[in-house]
């Protein structure tokens, strides 16, 4: 692909020299074009047609202009290259006596179709064996490091670039990938470089290009970047450059800093802007190093639309329809990523939740992801957390632990569009791990011991002093007269929870309320939202206080009173819940017959003894 671009300044270059050489025959441009086209085929394998006008100037400069110009590559039965009009002048004094020292180059209507070599095959490691997957690792880190021992292919130009002027406008570059999918074209609406050299003197640069497609792209670059051929590094001093149609603002990038092209490797400064996000920080890139991408970012803000800065796939990735959970994980995928990143985002948003001065360590190599650091605040509470997600064999591996503390309940429940049945805050804690081969298989999969506990907990649209003093009542044999809250208002929540076979296991629940006493069991399930629960309530005489009805004698408040709850978390959580009255006049009736027994059984005792 870079032979045929150099070609483009060869070409004017190879007319030159001839046209210097040829002077003495009274400027024949036939002749003269004759030359050239020979010494160009001679040079490259390449050969140049013109169907157009020829022209050539000696006063004030050296001038070459051709018009309908071709080029087909050794091999071609069809040009490849076409150029709609070509003029280029130089100075006559300094090619005389040897040197090039061209003022300037205009190419017009350039249309180029570049057929990139076939790639290496990438292996695809879905069906591989955990052991061949072992050898594919080590197999690839050798060939890398062997890559990088034999790099150092230099920059190559057939002749010294000194160009004072490059001007290309209204062109067009095709390229065909040789795995025959479609064809990426660049529209060149306008390219202007001055002060062209190999040197590493900076060459002032500005161009716009046009990416067509179904969301097309523009890009704008305007800045200063030097070659130098001998060392084989490009420097950016910097390179802003213009993207619309990635995000929804215009994105804003500039970049500066030193790219080693022996070593195809970048160490780059970034600040990145598109309507109110922002980011700066540095990047490196490196084909023959590990990790081959090395980042630190800070972010203002960040969504998931970001991810069109990392290519085209992910970009749409973000405007997929929702997975099911039961497609295979991408391991094959993650098993390429060779990345360092450490992140600092002021304000990061993964719908429908924003987790503000969020910090992220993270490695990924050899289809591992390790994030050794995951801090920052989800609604007023604090999250401090790990994890490693091991995808290097066919069954990925989860593990994780950490702490989310003093999380405000009730906004995290409307942020997921979920009743909000609990107010309050809570913390958790956990250490979880799992395995399968589906982010479903996956998540069914975990388990380990998670702790919860709450302070000021109120529980929305279920009025338990209000349910437990009914069944209170029926058993009096009375009617309440009073007017109950309809949410509850704990003194103390919490439990200990098992994750276990997809479902969050309570074991046990404890809750306290000012004249009542909760424990009980329950189970979640992940996927499909069910809730079953059974809880045993104990009765304080002063529940009395809340209404008439409500006594509690001293049989009543020495028994366990049953609660059985069950439904999703989608239905009203008013009709989860019941007291088992049936249970309780049962355990009454008894623990009446123990007690009449006891006295029976007393007062024979004393007619014994008597």
């Given at each position: 692909?870079?032979k045929?671009?150099?070609?483009?300044?060869?070409?004017?270059?190879?007319?030159?020299?001839?046209?210097?050489?040829?002077?003495?025959?009274?400027?024949?441009?036939?002749?003269?074009?004759?030359?050239?086209?020979?010494?160009l085929h001679?040079?490259?394998?390449?050969?140049?047609?013109?169907?157009?006008?020829?022209?050539?100037?000696?006063?004030p400069?050296?001038?070459?202009?051709?018009?309908?110009?071709?080029?087909?590559?050794?091999?071609?039965?069809?040009?490849?290259?076409?150029?709609?009009a070509?003029?280029?002048?130089?100075?006559?004094?300094?090619?005389?006596?040897?040197?090039?020292e061209?003022?300037?180059?205009?190419?017009?209507?350039?249309?180029?179709?570049?057929?990139?070599?076939?790639?290496?095959?990438?292996?695809?490691?879905?069906?591989?064996?955990?052991?061949?997957?072992?050898?594919?690792?080590?197999?690839?880190?050798?060939?890398?490091?062997?890559?990088?021992?034999?790099?150092?292919?230099?920059?190559?130009?057939?002749?010294?670039?000194?160009?004072?002027?490059?001007?290309?406008?209204d062109?067009?570059?095709?390229?065909?990938?040789?795995?025959?999918?479609?064809?990426?074209?660049?529209?060149l609406?306008?390219?202007?470089?001055?002060?062209?050299?190999?040197?590493?003197?900076?060459?002032?640069?500005?161009?716009e290009?046009?990416?067509?497609?179904?969301?097309?792209?523009?890009?704008?670059?305007?800045?200063?970047?030097?070659?130098?051929?001998?060392?084989?590094?490009?420097?950016?001093?910097?390179?802003?450059?213009?993207?619309?149609?990635?995000?929804?603002?215009?994105?804003?990038?500039?970049?500066?800093?030193?790219?080693?092209?022996?070593?195809?490797?970048?160490?780059?400064?970034?600040?990145?802007?598109?309507?109110?996000?922002?980011?700066?920080?540095?990047?490196?890139?490196?084909?023959?190093?590990?990790?081959?991408?090395?980042?630190?970012?800070?972010?203002?803000?960040?969504?998931?639309?970001?991810?069109?800065?990392?290519?085209?796939?992910?970009?749409?990735?973000?405007?997929?329809?929702?997975?099911?959970?039961?497609?295979?994980?991408?391991?094959?995928?993650?098993?390429?990523?060779?990345?360092?990143?450490?992140?600092?985002?002021?304000?990061?948003?993964?719908?429908?939740?924003?987790?503000?001065?969020?910090?992220?360590?993270?490695?990924?190599?050899?289809?591992?992801?390790?994030?050794?650091?995951?801090?920052?605040?989800?609604?007023?509470?604090?999250?401090?957390?790990?994890?490693?997600?091991?995808?290097?064999?066919?069954?990925?591996?989860?593990?994780?632990?950490?702490?989310?503390?003093?999380?405000?309940?009730?906004?995290?429940?409307?942020?997921?569009?979920?009743?909000?049945?609990?107010?309050?805050?809570?913390?958790?804690?956990?250490?979880?791990?799992?395995?399968?081969?589906?982010?479903?298989?996956?998540?069914?999969?975990?388990?380990?011991?998670?702790?919860?506990?709450t302070?000021?907990p109120?529980?929305?649209?279920v009025?338990?002093?209000?349910?437990i003093?009914?069944?209170?009542?029926?058993?009096?044999?009375?009617?309440?007269?009073?007017?109950?809250?309809?949410?509850?208002?704990f003194?103390?929540?919490?439990?200990?929870?098992?994750l276990?076979?997809?479902?969050?296991?309570?074991?046990?629940l404890?809750?306290e309320?000012?004249?009542?006493?909760?424990?009980?069991?329950?189970?979640?399930?992940?996927?499909?939202?069910?809730?079953?629960?059974?809880?045993?309530?104990?009765?304080?005489?002063?529940?009395?206080?809340?209404?008439?009805?409500?006594?509690?004698?001293?049989?009543?408040a020495?028994?366990?009173?049953?609660?059985?709850?069950?439904?999703?978390?989608?239905?009203?959580?008013?009709?989860?819940?019941?007291?088992?009255?049936?249970?309780?006049?049962?355990?009454?009736?008894?623990?009446?017959?123990?007690?009449r027994?006891?006295?029976?059984?007393?007062?024979?005792?004393?007619?014994?003894?008597?």
């Open positions: 692909m870079s045929k671009i150099l070609l483009l300044l060869v070409i004017p270059l190879v007319l030159v020299v001839a046209a210097a050489l040829l002077l003495p025959l009274l400027l024949d441009e036939d002749e003269i074009l004759a030359v050239a086209t020979r010494v001679d040079r490259t394998g390449a050969t140049l047609s013109v169907a157009g006008d020829t022209s050539l100037s000696l006063f400069e050296l001038g070459v202009s051709l018009a309908d110009a071709s080029l087909a590559m050794p091999g071609e039965e069809q040009p490849s290259l076409h150029i709609g070509l003029d280029i002048g130089v100075q006559l004094l300094p090619l005389l006596s040897g040197s090039v061209i003022d300037g180059i205009r190419l017009d209507r350039l249309s180029a179709t570049l057929h990139a070599a076939p790639q290496q095959k990438t292996v695809d490691t879905s069906g591989l064996s955990d052991a061949e997957l072992d050898a594919f690792y080590a197999e690839r880190r050798k060939m890398l490091e062997q890559q990088g021992d034999a790099t150092g292919a230099a920059l190559a130009v057939p002749l010294a670039l000194n160009v004072k002027r490059l001007e290309v406008t062109s067009r570059i095709e390229m065909v990938p040789a795995d025959g999918t479609a064809s990426t074209v660049i529209e609406i306008r390219l202007h470089a001055t002060g062209l050299n190999l040197h590493g003197e900076p060459i002032p640069l500005e161009a290009l046009r990416l067509p497609g179904e969301q097309p792209l523009d890009i704008a670059l305007e800045g200063r970047f030097g070659i130098d051929q001998d060392t084989q590094k490009v420097q950016l001093q910097p390179l802003q450059v213009g993207v619309g149609g990635v995000l929804q603002d215009r994105l804003q990038l500039s970049a500066s800093g030193e790219a080693d092209l022996s070593r195809q490797s970048a160490d780059l400064t970034l600040d990145i802007e598109s309507g109110e996000i922002s980011g700066q920080g540095s990047l490196r890139y490196a084909s023959f190093e590990s990790p081959q991408i090395d980042a630190k970012l800070h972010f203002n803000l960040f969504n998931p639309a970001l991810l069109a800065l990392a290519g085209p796939e992910a970009a749409a990735s973000t405007r997929s329809a929702p997975a099911s959970g039961d497609e295979p994980l991408p391991l094959d995928a993650i098993r390429l990523i060779d990345t360092r990143a450490d992140l600092t985002i002021e304000r990061a948003v993964f719908a429908p939740h924003t987790v503000d001065n969020l910090h992220a360590k993270l490695r990924a190599l050899d289809g591992v992801v390790k994030i050794t650091t995951l801090t920052g605040e989800l609604y007023e509470g604090k999250i401090d957390a790990s994890a490693t997600f091991d995808g290097k064999h066919n069954t990925a591996v989860l593990d994780t632990a950490g702490k989310v503390a003093g999380v405000e309940i009730a906004a995290a429940l409307q942020a997921m569009q979920s009743k909000a049945l609990l107010s309050g805050r809570a913390t958790l804690d956990w250490q979880l791990s799992g395995k399968g081969r589906t982010a479903n298989e996956l998540l069914a999969a975990l388990s380990g011991p998670i702790e919860l506990d302070q000021n109120v529980l929305r649209d009025a338990v002093e209000q349910m003093c009914q069944a209170v009542a029926l058993v009096n044999r009375e009617q309440l007269t009073a007017s109950f809250p309809t949410d509850s208002a003194t103390a929540l919490g439990a200990q929870l098992q276990a076979d997809g479902e969050v296991r309570l074991s046990p404890r809750a309320m000012p004249h009542i006493g909760l424990t009980g069991t329950g189970t979640l399930n992940l996927l499909s939202q069910d809730l079953e629960a059974t809880f045993k309530a104990r009765l304080s005489p002063a529940l009395e206080q809340l209404d008439p009805a409500c006594r509690v004698n001293e049989r009543l020495a028994i366990d009173w049953p609660v059985e709850c069950k439904g999703n978390l989608d239905t009203d959580p008013g009709q989860w819940c019941a007291v088992d009255t049936a249970e309780i006049i049962e355990e009454l009736t008894k623990n009446e017959a123990r007690r027994v006891k006295k029976e059984a007393g007062k024979l005792f004393e007619k014994l003894l008597d």
